[in-house]
């Protein structure tokens, strides 16, 4: 896929119109996320319930439309997951933009995979890896920084 | 030389980029190189090289005045009055970085003040940043107006009893703003306090002359002047080489090593610790060639035909906001779109052949100040031609036509 390409619906749609987008009441967990080098910002709200499931999940933030849909997007599809199956999707998806063809896993449903991809265009610009994936690394220290107090108990 | 048929002494154009003609719109960011620099690092590196300024041999010889010619070149170019004025570092960070270091160094100290403005790159904030942490010095910011401008009132009503340095930039990254550097000297001298210029951005397009601006000192960065990477000048007034403490230590630079002393040399030497970037100096000698050839009028010109240019055809876009409306401006068109980050404006323009900047350009202050996260920026260098405005415009509606799909 050329760059070019990965201007397409999906991305323009969750890119123009983020969903999940704003901060939320009780959330327990949240993490922010930022790209120095070309000041995109992200903040996520996480709530996990007592058996550390995805109960909600939101973001506020500023960046490009790559930046904008990938987190709407994601917490899209990170609702009523667990932890564990969070981490994974997090995991496979950060595969698939730096290397891997495919996201390979039965976490997640076609189209969701389907939105997914539509981000894997950035593969081979580095400058726009980080747009796509500056949520999804605040997601994963949001969880850890949970998993960090629940051990911690 | 015809600076219509610029083009053909860069290389870099004869190449398709991705399938398409380059149209270089990032040369304040780093401008292009001519062949002839090109091929003086090549015949340098395969005929000619030696270290300098240590053995006697004869290609140590013959380097070490190819590498000070360079320097005399230099102090034609920008006219200083001594060619010891001129200090080649690594860059116009390192430059500003020398100057932060060592003047802080010796003159300032806890409660002292320094003025910068609103505009600076984070090259000439920074750098002072360190002493506002090491030193407790403070850093008052000069305000732009509504026009990205900054003017000699705006500066003054920062000065006070307490002010030991003014560090501004002589022409802005993102506004284009020309500022009034000899008028802010002169008042800064009435008052005894020394100005430092970052003239990154005014060095490839202004014409140069030290001994009229009367600062104190002046970083300029060799690879936007059709020059090598990894260089950069410091002109520093002679009183001030000789006054300040040494940046860095090491060969080259000493007069007398002892195990309980240790003198240092004369200048330059002083300031030039270490091998330095040998090739890219005597290389830069043909880059000042290039711009004397040209001409600094026709250059001006050319490129002020070009601002104008592309000024008048990004209006014509009611979606296109310009940024910066300076009394007087140079080389720089940066503009956002509503509704499209400027991030994926650079990357759909790129797909077309078109480079552009999109970010903060290193201006994180001032794009606070405009309320931005970013901003596209469209740079000239000599090359450019009216063509390639259009294709910048040609390409600015495609990305208008994709979002709004």
Redesign the interface.
Known sequence: M???E??QEII?DH??NPRNLGKFENFNKDAKGHNP?????VHLFLKLDEYKNVKDISFEG?????S?ASASIMTDLMKGKSEKEAKEIIHKFLDMIKEKDDINTNLLEEDEKTKLMSLGGVKN?PM?VK?ATLSWHALSSALDDFQKDVTTE | MKIENIKKEFPIFNNKIENNDLVYLDSANSSQKPLVVVDRIYDFYTKEFSNIGRSVHYLAVAATNLYENTRTAVQKYINAKDKNEIVFTKGATEAINLVASTFGQKYLNEGDEIIITELEHHSNYVPWHYLRKNKGIKINFAEIDEHGDVSLESIEKQITSKTKMIALTHLSNVTGAILPIKEITELAHSKGIPVLVDGCQSAPHMKMDMQDLNCDFYAISCHKMYGPTGLGVLYAKKKWLDDLPPYQGGGGMINEVKKNDISYGELPNKFEAGTMATAQVIAFNESINFLNKIGINNLINHENDLLNYGEEVLRKNNFVKLIGNPKKKGAVLSFTID??????IA??L??DGVAIR???HCC?IL?EKLGL??SARASLGVYNTRDDLDKLNESINNCKK??N?
């Open positions: 050329n760059l070019k990965l201007y323009l890119g123009k080098l070309c000041g995109d910002k500023e960046g490009c439309a790559i904008m610009y726009r747009c | 509704g499209i980050h400027p991030h994926d990357t759909i790129d797909e999109a970010g903060h994180q794009h996260t970013a994709i979002f799909k």
